[in-house]
């Protein structure tokens, strides 16, 4: 199993509070990304890096952000949460962009 | 853009029934990737394929991956409850543009015990 870890795992917040969710990976992996997942449905890509200092958006608009200061760390930000952010965000991590994608085990964001 | 569209999209099977859903790229992959994602959990990889008409086997489950790189198919013979789940092909495009994996929309298998 790899070694990616997202915290926190559930959350329930408020509308108009900011938020930060984390992802860290010990693998020493350049290449990292969010995935934003409804129940059951597709993932969407919504940011990835290519390494440190490099951030990129994803296929589908997302009022996130993101940082990439270390390699290991990948942390996305909602400056204020509204009730379409509720949803399960995935980071996941893969040396290379075509090689083998490795997932977190998802942070579950419930905005009311 | 690189599409990459995964039929059906929903799959109930009797426990015993066999299950197949395809994949279909709108450009020739460099690589397919098959994941499958538990109710609940996260995407795990299962296998990755690279040669033209190549076909993996892992116990019930078999992979093909098509002459011209554009499709692929995963196959479960006799399924359990435990393959349910949804099952994500991802292709990716080795070109200059820097190209992401794409994955496909999923197919959700659900199977009756």
């Known amino acids: 199993e790899a070694d990616i870890y997202q915290t926190p795992r559930y959350l329930v917040i408020g509308t108009g509070k900011k938020i930060t969710l984390e992802c860290s990976q010990t693998?020493?992996?350049?290449?990292m990304y969010w995935y934003q997942q409804d129940p059951g449905m597709e993932l969407h890509l919504i940011h990835y890096?290519?390494?440190?200092?490099?951030?990129e958006k994803g296929d589908l608009s997302s009022e996130s952000t993101v940082s990439r200061i270390r390699t290991e760390h990948f942390p996305l930000t909602l400056e204020s949460a509204r009730p379409s952010h509720t949803s399960q965000y995935l980071c996941?991590?893969?040396?290379?962009?075509?090689?083998?994608?490795?997932f977190g085990e998802g942070s579950w964001l419930t905005v009311v | 853009g690189q599409q990459v569209m995964q039929i059906p999209q929903y799959q109930h099977v009797q426990e015993g029934e066999d299950f197949t859903t395809y994949c279909n790229s709108s450009t020739t992959l460099s690589n397919i990737q098959w994941y499958k994602q538990r109710p609940g959990g996260h995407p795990v990889f299962l296998i990755q394929l690279v040669k033209s008409g190549e076909v993996k086997k892992q116990k019930r489950l078999t992979f093909q991956f098509g002459e011209a790189k554009k499709n692929s198919s995963l196959h479960i013979t006799a399924t359990q409850t435990t393959d349910v789940g949804t099952y994500f092909c991802?292709?990716?495009?080795?070109?200059?543009?820097?190209?992401?994996?794409?994955f496909g929309g999923g197919t959700r298998l659900m199977v009756k015990p």
């Open positions: 991802a292709g990716y495009e080795f070109n200059n543009a820097g190209n992401m994996l794409t």
């Open positions: 693998m020493g992996h350049d290449k």
């Open positions: 996941a991590s893969s040396t290379s962009l075509g090689n083998t994608i490795y």
């Open positions: 890096s290519y390494g440190v200092n490099s951030t």
